[in-house]
């Protein structure tokens, strides 16, 4: 059989590597919020509407529109959206606008988004 490359063939703990990062580790809770954040992002409608979104501050409506789906199937990806603090929303008049939550959601976004271009 063929031996993975990719696995480690030694018994050697690095002590100081290991304690550094011991030390760094953040808690459970945090870490835990950090992979709900991400999960959030793995689906596919909500990462179009996040696309959208970092394009333009928009309605229901018009991301409907842009999606050719349904204003109810956007509003509950909105409403998942805006629960998790990815998407915040400003009334206009009788109008609501979606716009990402601020520049760190922008910001992971576009480098996600960058990441996998350069990828291709």
């Known amino acids: 059989m063929p031996k993975n ?5 030694c018994n050697i703990i690095h002590k100081e590597i290991v304690e550094d990062t011991l030390k760094k580790m953040q808690d459970d ?8 954040f991400f999960k959030i992002l ?3 409608t ?11 501050a928009m309605c229901v409506c018009d991301i409907a529109n842009v999606l050719g789906m ?5 509003s509950h990806q909105l409403s998942t959206l805006r629960r998790s603090g990815i ?6 008049g009788k109008e609501v606008f979606y716009e990402l939550d601020d520049e760190h959601v922008q910001e992971v976004f576009e480098v996600g988004f960058e990441h996998i271009e350069h990828r291709r």
Not at 5 to 9: R, S, T
Not at 29 to 36: D, R, S
């Open 87 to 92: 998407v915040k929303c400003k009334k206009i």
């Open 42 to 44: 793995g689906d596919t």
């Open 70 to 74: 349904s204003k109810s199937s956007i």
């Open 29 to 36: 809770e945090l870490l835990i919020k950090l992979a709900e």
């Open 5 to 9: 490359e990719f696995v480690c063939d």
């Open 46 to 56: 909500r990462v179009k509407i996040l696309y959208a979104l970092d394009q333009n």
